[in-house]
């Protein structure tokens, strides 16, 4: 399957050190190796375009416009919204948290605080809603997106995906990742997990499959089949098919 689009634009070489994909981590040969291998079949010559946070932002806003031009055209009878960064409290079955949070900053005490935490408001980086018969909306799905996956980022997206478990009132949302990620071993720390997410969709999977059988090690080649077999990494071309089943 071709890389989407919007993707290829943010992809580059690092100028300060030659010979390294944008999304590769610069203390791991198996990365860099991967990385260039995926680079150099794609065809990628320009220099990166920005930082790892601008390009972050510049996937999550790809993905969104992805969905929302995709969702109506395989489901054009529910009213699809694709949105960057909303509260969960905007939708219907998570309303009650701003509800839980104005009682937590009213406590003066600060018992609530204590208890309960202060962290439940999250704005996923995607999400996806579609409206309810009172006209409220609901939120379908929840798609964090990560321009490469690091230790920090893993657990934002188990916390997202326990407030959106636990915390739910109604039926559960969709919870994908969507990222880059050249080293199997990374996208294992989410994809294996224990039900924060449903799948990881890799916008290069293709791609990742060559690379890896070419030049990556035993662990990346045994870990990236055991992840496509199982289906825990999916192509980027399936989700918005998923979302509308």
């Not at 996956?149 to 916390?159: A, E, K």
């Not at 915390?167 to 050249?182: A, C, D, F, L, M």
């Not at 990881?200 to 791609?207: A, F, G, I, W």
Request: proline share 6%; net charge positive.
């Amino acid at each position: 399957m071709p890389a989407p689009a919007f993707l290829l634009p943010l992809l580059g070489w690092k100028a300060k050190t030659p010979g390294v994909g944008n999304i590769a981590d610069i203390k791991s040969k198996a990365s860099i190796n991967i990385t260039a291998h995926m680079f150099n079949a794609l065809g990628i010559q320009a220099p990166a375009p920005g930082t790892g946070g601008e390009m972050g932002r510049e996937l999550e806003e790809g993905v969104r416009a992805h969905l929302q031009a995709q969702l109506p055209i395989l489901d054009p009878h529910r009213q699809w919204l694709a949105e960057r960064k909303r509260l969960v409290s905007d939708f219907a079955q998570y309303h009650h948290l701003a509800r839980l949070q104005k009682l937590i900053k009213d406590d003066t005490t600060n018992t609530l605080s204590t208890e309960i935490g202060r962290d439940y408001l999250i704005k996923p980086d995607v999400v996806v809603s579609i409206p309810t018969l009172s006209g409220d909306r609901f939120l379908h799905a929840a798609i964090p997106c990560k321009w490469t996956i690091r230790s920090d980022r893993v657990q934002n997206i188990r916390h997202e995906g326990v407030i959106l478990t636990r915390h739910r009132r109604g039926r559960q949302p969709h919870i994908v990742t969507v990222t880059p990620e050249p080293l199997a071993t990374r996208l294992a720390s989410i994809a294996r997990g224990t039900g924060e997410v449903d799948a990881v969709y890799h916008v290069l999977l293709d791609e990742l499959i060559a690379a890896t059988a070419a030049v990556g090690t035993k662990v990346q080649k045994a870990t990236l089949d055991e992840l496509v077999g199982q289906d825990r990494v999916r192509p980027f071309d399936d989700l918005a098919a998923t979302l509308v089943l």
